[in-house]
């Protein structure tokens, strides 16, 4: 599904509530409510085979991109094309028609389940997240909240008729966050992976030179989703 499609469904989702999204031969990708960081946050889960679900994180999506580009850089093209192409909005089952039985040597998961992922991935940035430059549009008032024994001033935003506490993020729209972390894997030195996963991992932002898009021929990714929300 696309994005703007998708993102009814994920937000009406009830708490605890799960839905499967995608389906493979051999994994399933699947939305669960959780309202850990925000109100609406949702985990996204994995299921290999037989295996139990479990929480993929942007570190094991980074790692394995980092594997297929390192076996088979161009190959790994491909994939990071239909990466922008998720990041804008489209639909990842059509783009993974689009690549066909694609396989690399060194993998984690397939590349059709690295799109499913990391479209969820994005898309749980964005219901994080309010752009910093959009904040005054949504803004409702600021709470106190206690974060690792500091008092820190926390938005509570207006968003589809519902008052509900926010982050803040510098990027517009917020899954550039993840989008960025996957240029850098794409275009660095196979041997920057360690920085790469490091920066990742302590949740710090790629460098501000990973804005620019891997590819010329893209077109302008849909602004922050919850923009669309009606109400």
């Known amino acids: 599904m696309r994005m703007i499609e998708l993102l009814p469904r994920l937000w009406s989702l009830k708490k605890n509530e799960s839905m499967h999204v995608y389906k493979t031969d051999n994994a399933k990708v699947i939305a669960t409510r959780t309202d850990k960081n925000s109100p609406k946050d949702f985990g996204v889960g994995l299921v290999l085979g037989e295996k139990p679900e479990f929480r993929p994180t942007h570190v094991r999506l980074l790692f394995d991109l980092h594997l297929k580009r390192r076996s088979e850089p161009e190959k790994s093209k491909k994939l990071f094309h239909a990466l ?6 489209e639909d990842p089952e059509k783009l993974a028609l689009k690549l ?16 499913y992922y990391a479209q969820l991935l994005m898309i749980e940035q964005d219901f994080n997240y309010v752009p910093k430059e959009e904040l005054d549009k949504y803004l409702v008032k600021y709470v106190t909240k206690k974060i690792r024994g500091k008092d820190v001033e926390v938005p509570v935003v207006k968003i589809a008729g519902e008052d509900m506490e926010k982050k803040v993020s510098n990027l517009n729209p917020p899954r550039d966050f993840l989008m960025r972390f996957i240029r850098w894997t794409a275009k660095s030195e196979l041997e920057d992976i360690d920085d790469i996963i490091t920066q990742a991992v302590r949740n710090r932002p790629a460098n501000r030179e990973f804005r620019e898009r891997l590819f010329e ?3 302008e990714p849909l602004p922050w989703l919850l923009k669309s929300l009606k109400g």
Do not use: P, R
């Open 84 to 89: 922008e192409k998720v990041y804008e909005g």
């Open 100 to 115: 066909g039985n694609i396989t690399f040597n060194m993998q984690l998961d397939s590349a059709e389940v690295n799109l």
């Open 217 to 219: 021929d893209l077109s």
